[in-house]
């Protein structure tokens, strides 16, 4: 993201000079697709990688500057978050042993960056949402330390006119404020490019557009975010509102967001395209440019520097994009839905899957818009992205399961189009051989991720299920197994309860009873008697920490009161408080609680009532590392 953006802070000239090439680049573009001078008869795939780095504990890592630094290979590149890598490979001839190419270049990083990342202590894990994320991990010290993030994070919150905002409703909802864009970096895809000719491209890109629901649904793997269970696919809601520009003050006029599925086929070129995206979206990012009509007319096909930072702004699940090297410019359709993970099998099987149905496009669905409304596709997509393989799609006016369009229709379309490409035999049996036993088990990512998540011990608090669920994903990953494979596991036996360095949000309560300073302490009773808890801490209506009721500030309260009094809890609450970070270690969090006699820690960031930190958490910490033979003092 941002990866060709200004990093000051750009003149009223600049951005001038900006938009006249940005119109040079578009016209340079249609002159070339006038000339016939856009590559054709070649086919290609390329991908690029994204991964997650996590420490010793399983958390995010701050590490990734210092492990990208360490591996010194052009093929890696910065996320916007530190605990985020890149990896772009190398496009490869679709022909042959074509997926064994490509995987064998990608282990090959991967093992490389496995090596750096251990030895800074660090592991990699791919995976769509990383479920060990926490609220600690959006904060702007994970921001990769580059000057292009910061001034997209200010822009898009300058757009915005305000914080950033998510409403995600799933089997759980999530809803919060935050005041930097780093929600977006928890998204992790995997991200394949489909080379193009000039002459297909409306019709290939409206098809890429019609099978993405399907192909959604069978790839999905990101069920969580900060413990909630959401979508099956919930990076497709979190992306699209983590980085909207659109302000909703300005609700009742229509605004189409920069992260979007799109609102209709396309019916021109590719030129048709990018026209109305300039049209549409103001840019937000400037480059230094270059006049692309002067470097065509002297006999250099040029890059479309200026387009291609534009078209970088505008995040379509299926994005146009090109590429020149001064001598060949080509097309490509990039699928952007693909979540990363779980494992490179996976991957590989799902770019052949998307690969075969992108060239076997039947000839009826040519100028497809006389064969389905736009809307239905969308909403397909939309249906994958909540619900995975347990939907209904609505193909072409006929109503069938995803499992079964999958298998019966367009497998069959994805095996004809790689046989066409001349893919060797053993690729294709191999790699379409696994979308249809994932398939026909239903075991994708998100199934294995939400059916451990829920096994789980009832005592467990989300963010210890969630860096118990991260490890469990590293360990299935080093069996080899495609997820489909992927046996239950007991998610109790991955508990970091006995590990040190393990933090305070991992074991403190989130689901808390809370109480009002204006509230009766009778209600404080009432709560305290029938959930068995000792401990209920006051708020405010902000949500920030004012002080604490303790059952023996009742009992002492009880044995002093006068008769028949009210009394209200700002009246009898402790308010000098000890509170803790949610970052805090574990260890040191045990100490202040046997140092300070305390019973419980709230915890507290920016003021904010997080959750709270027991004597009952304590003491089960400490039965586990004294059942691991771990000192709780190291």
């Not at 064994?100 to 800074?120: D, G, N």
């Not at 995997?190 to 000719?197: A, G, K, M, S």
């Not at 989130?510 to 009773?525: F, H, K, N, S, V």
Request: proline letters at 4%; aromatic letters at 8%.
């Amino acid at each position: 993201m941002g990866e060709h953006v200004n990093d000051g802070v750009e003149s009223q000239e600049d951005r001038r000079q900006f938009v006249k090439h940005l119109l040079g680049d578009l016209k340079a573009l249609e002159l070339m697709h006038e000339r016939g001078l856009i590559e054709s008869g070649i086919r290609r795939v390329g991908a690029e990688q994204e991964f997650c780095l996590i420490d010793s504990n399983s958390q995010p890592s701050l590490k990734g500057p210092e492990i990208l630094a360490s591996i010194e290979d052009p093929h890696f590149t910065t996320e916007l978050a530190r605990y985020n890598l890149e990896i772009n490979l190398d496009p490869v001839e679709l022909k042959g042993k074509a997926f064994s190419k490509l995987e064998t270049q990608l282990r090959s990083l991967m093992h490389l960056a496995k090596e750096k990342a251990e030895a800074k202590g660090d592991q990699i894990l791919l995976t769509g949402i990383l479920p060990s994320i926490g609220l600690a991990e959006i904060h702007k010290d994970y921001m990769t330390p580059i000057p292009r993030y910061y001034r997209l994070d200010e822009i898009i919150k300058t757009r915005r006119g305000g914080d950033f905002e998510l409403s995600i409703q799933g089997i759980d909802e999530l809803l919060i404020r935050h005041d930097n864009i780093l929600f977006e970096a928890c998204n992790t895809s995997f991200q394949i490019h489909f080379q193009v000719w000039a002459d297909e491209f409306a019709d290939r890109y409206n098809w890429a557009q019609a099978i993405s629901g399907p192909v959604l649904s069978a790839c999905t793997n990101s069920p969580l975010l900060l413990g909630r269970q959401l979508w099956s696919e919930t990076r497709i809601a979190l992306f699209q509102q983590s980085i909207d520009t659109r302000s909703r003050e300005t609700g009742i006029r229509m605004r189409h967001p920069r992260v979007s599925f799109g609102e209709r086929w396309l019916k021109g070129n590719v030129c048709d395209f990018f026209r109305e995206d300039i049209a549409r979206f103001q840019s937000i990012l400037i480059t230094e440019t270059q006049d692309s009509l002067k470097e065509l007319e002297s006999g250099v096909l040029p890059k479309l520097k200026s387009l291609a930072v534009h078209n970088g702004t505008i995040w379509k699940w299926n994005r146009p994009c090109f590429g020149s090297t001064g001598k060949e410019f080509h097309l490509r359709i990039e699928n952007r839905y693909i979540p990363s993970g779980p494992t490179i099998q996976d991957e590989m099987a799902n770019t052949a899957f998307w690969v075969g149905l992108m060239q076997g496009m039947p000839d009826k669905y040519k100028e497809i818009w006389n064969a389905s409304p736009f809307i239905v596709a969308r909403e397909n997509f939309h249906k994958s992205a909540k619900y995975g393989l347990d939907v209904e799609m609505n193909w072409f006016d006929r109503y069938i399961p995803a499992r079964r369009l999958i298998l019966d229709e367009l497998l069959p379309i994805a095996e004809a189009g790689l046989r066409e490409l001349k893919i060797d035999d053993s690729e294709i049996n191999a790699q379409l051989g696994t979308i249809a036993a994932r398939v026909e088990s239903g075991k994708t990512g998100s199934r294995w991720i939400l059916n451990t998540y829920r096994s789980a011990p009832e005592y467990m608090e989300n963010l210890e299920k969630q860096t118990a669920l991260t490890k469990a994903l590293v360990e299935q990953r080093a069996t080899g197994l495609p997820i489909h494979k992927w046996e239950k596991v007991d998610l109790e036996k991955f508990s970091t309860k006995a590990i040190h360095g393990g933090r305070v949000d991992q074991l403190m309560t989130t689901d808390l009873y809370t109480l009002r300073e204006g509230d009766l302490i009778d209600l404080a009773e009432m709560i305290m008697d029938y959930q068995n808890i000792r401990h209920i801490p006051v708020e405010d209506n902000l949500g920030n920490l004012k002080g604490l009721i303790t059952a023996s500030v009742l009992r002492k309260n009880k044995e002093q009161k006068v008769e028949n009094k009210k009394i209200l809890a700002k009246e009898i609450m402790l308010t000098n408080l000890t509170f803790v970070p949610p970052s805090m270690k574990l260890t040191e969090a045990m100490q202040i609680m046997l140092k300070e006699k305390k019973g419980s820690l709230p915890v507290v960031q920016n003021g904010k009532l997080l959750g709270i930190l027991t004597e009952v958490d304590m003491t089960r910490l400490w039965e586990k590392m004294c059942k691991n033979d771990d000192s709780p003092s190291e």
